[in-house]
């Protein structure tokens, strides 16, 4: 029981010093004052703030999944990467020879939000707070990356709630 709540406590705590650290914290200002526009409404607000926290959460608990899931299959990933890969790359590289001759084209749109884009996402409430901690705690910078990669994923791997850490790091963060 001490060991589960050593492991909590030590990914909350992983989550306030990401939180405090300078681009989540420039992040997390910016989305205080975008959720706080609607100031006429302290309930709006607060459901808002969750909203971005509980997206920070997702965030995190889906790419910790996607990793320590990853991590612990690596066995069967090197076999079937051993068995499959050379047919799979001669394919890959002819088309990338054709990407890189300008035989074929790729054109991306602008990633970039419109105006009207814009408006729309502040004014969609939760859901737009949702998606915005969402996308907010994929930006990675070297002090958060180090946090969540170099000390939350080893800690998650090692403990009997692994899947469950990364969700309370999130919870830190926000």
């Known amino acids: 029981m001490t060991e589960i709540f050593l492991g909590f406590a030590s990914a909350l705590w ?69 068995k499959c890969m050379g047919k799979a790359l001669g394919p890959f590289l002819i088309i990338t020879g054709l990407i890189l001759l300008e035989v074929i084209t790729i054109r991306l749109p602008g990633l970039s939000l419109s105006q009207k884009h814009h408006n729309k996402l502040a004014e969609s409430g939760a859901p737009g707070a949702f998606l915005l901690g969402f996308i907010f705690a994929l930006a990675f910078c070297p002090i958060s990356a180090a946090l969540y990669f170099g000390s939350l994923i080893p800690l998650a791997i090692n403990s009997k709630s692994g899947i469950v850490l990364p969700f309370i790091y999130g919870i830190g963060t926000g």
């Open 14 to 82: 992983l989550g306030i010093l990401t939180s405090i650290s300078p681009c989540p914290l420039a992040s997390n200002v910016a989305a205080i004052s975008f959720l706080s526009k609607k100031i006429t409404h302290p309930v709006l607000v607060f459901i808002s703030g969750l909203a971005y926290t509980l997206g920070r959460m997702v965030s995190y608990a889906v790419l910790g999944w996607i990793i320590i899931s990853s991590l612990l299959s690596v066995p069967q990933v090197a076999q079937f990467l051993q």
